[in-house]
Structures are given as C-alpha cells and as structure tokens.
C-alpha cells in the first residue's frame, strides 16, 4: 500500500492498495457518481438507510447522494485552486511585482 497527496499540498492524502492504480478517494468519488452502484448500495443497506437516515425513497437518496459528492469534489478542487492562486499572490508580492509593468519585467 502506499499513500497518495491527492491536493498536492500535504494536507490531503489517500490510500492506494497493492495492485490497485487510483487511490481509494477516487474511487469513492467515483461510486458516489455512479446510480448503479448506489442503486445496489442502498438496496443492501436498507434497513440502514431507513433506521439511521430516515430515507424510504432509493431515488432521493441516489439523487442527494449525487449531488452531495458533486458539491464536495467541487469544493475539494475550489481550494486547491485557491492554494495555487495564494502561492502566485506571495511570489508576485515577493517579488515586488505589484502591476502590469512588474509582470512585463519579470518576463525579460
């Protein structure tokens, strides 16, 4: 097994067992999107589903179910690209590249 750094930054990390090629987040993102699998997921589940989440209606909980995993990756990805654009923000400030001139500069 080894560990991936899914958001490249430290702070977000993922199992790849032996033998597999995709880390187990994104395999779990990937079920999460997929209406078979959960259509066969809550039928196993649902007494689960029932007892602990209140939820009777397999579609509702297949559509919220894909709807929360959008929101989430969404999300996830939202503030990586903050981290990169942070990053960008300290290097220019940094550097004391404050306007368009300083950029022009920095590219001779």
């Not at 079920?31 to 259509?39: H, I, K, T, V």
């Not at 990586?80 to 590249?97: A, F, P, Q």
Request: proline fraction near 1%; charge should be negative.
């Amino acid at each position: 097994m080894r560990f991936e750094d899914i958001l490249h930054n430290g702070q977000l990390w993922a199992v790849v067992y032996d033998g597999d090629t995709q880390d187990i987040l994104s395999k779990t993102f990937e079920n999460w999107l997929d209406p078979g699998y959960l259509e066969e997921f809550f039928n196993r589940n649902i007494k689960d589903l029932e007892s602990y989440f209140h939820i009777t209606n397999l579609d509702s909980a297949i559509y919220d179910t894909i709807e929360d995993a959008v929101s989430l990756s969404c999300l996830m990805h939202t503030l990586n690209e903050l981290r990169k654009m942070e990053m960008v923000r300290n290097y220019l400030l940094d550097n004391g590249i404050v306007d368009a001139e300083g950029i022009s500069e920095e590219l001779l």
